[in-house]
C-alpha cells in the first residue's frame, strides 16, 4: 500500500557532494516524521538526520554542518544533502518515514529498500 522508493546514491570522491531522494507513494493519509538512517558494512544503523512535518530538524554530530535534510510535504518527498564527503560516510542509506495510512489511524514506520553511498579517496 505504501511504498518509499529513493534515489540519488552513487560513488563520489572525498569532498564530493550527493543528494539523495526520497519519495513516499500510496493510500498515504499524512506522513509525520521522515528521517535518513545509515549502515555500514559491520556496523548497526545509525540515525542520519530527521526532519519532522513542521520543518524541524536533528543531525549525527557526525554530519552537522556537512549534511542538510529538507522536505516537501505537497509531494511526500524527503531529500538529504551531503556535502564535504568523507570516507566514513560510506554506507547503505536508508529512507524512513512515520505514516498514517487512509482509512485507518495507525502510525507505521516505512523504510526504503535502500541506496549505496561510496566515498572514495
Known amino acids: 500500500q505504501v511504498q518509499l522508493v529513493e534515489s540519488g546514491g552513487g560513488l563520489v570522491q572525498a569532498g564530493g557532494s550527493l543528494r539523495l531522494s526520497c519519495a513516499a507513494s500510496g493510500t498515504i493519509f499524512s506522513i509525520n516524521g521522515m528521517g535518513w538512517y545509515r549502515q555500514a558494512p559491520g556496523k548497526q544503523r545509525e540515525l542520519v538526520a530527521a526532519i519532522t512535518s513542521g520543518g524541524s530538524t536533528n543531525y549525527a554530530d557526525s554530519v552537522k554542518g556537512r549534511f542538510t535534510i529538507s522536505r516537501d510535504n505537497a509531494k511526500n518527498t524527503v531529500w538529504l544533502q551531503m556535502n564535504s564527503l568523507k570516507l566514513e560516510d560510506t554506507a547503505v542509506y536508508y529512507c524512513?518515514?512515520?505514516?498514517?495510512?487512509?482509512?485507518?489511524?495507525?502510525?507505521?514506520?516505512?523504510w526504503g529498500q535502500g541506496t549505496q553511498v561510496t566515498v572514495s579517496s
Open positions: 524512513n518515514a512515520g505514516i498514517r495510512v487512509s482509512g485507518t489511524s495507525r502510525l507505521t514506520a516505512y
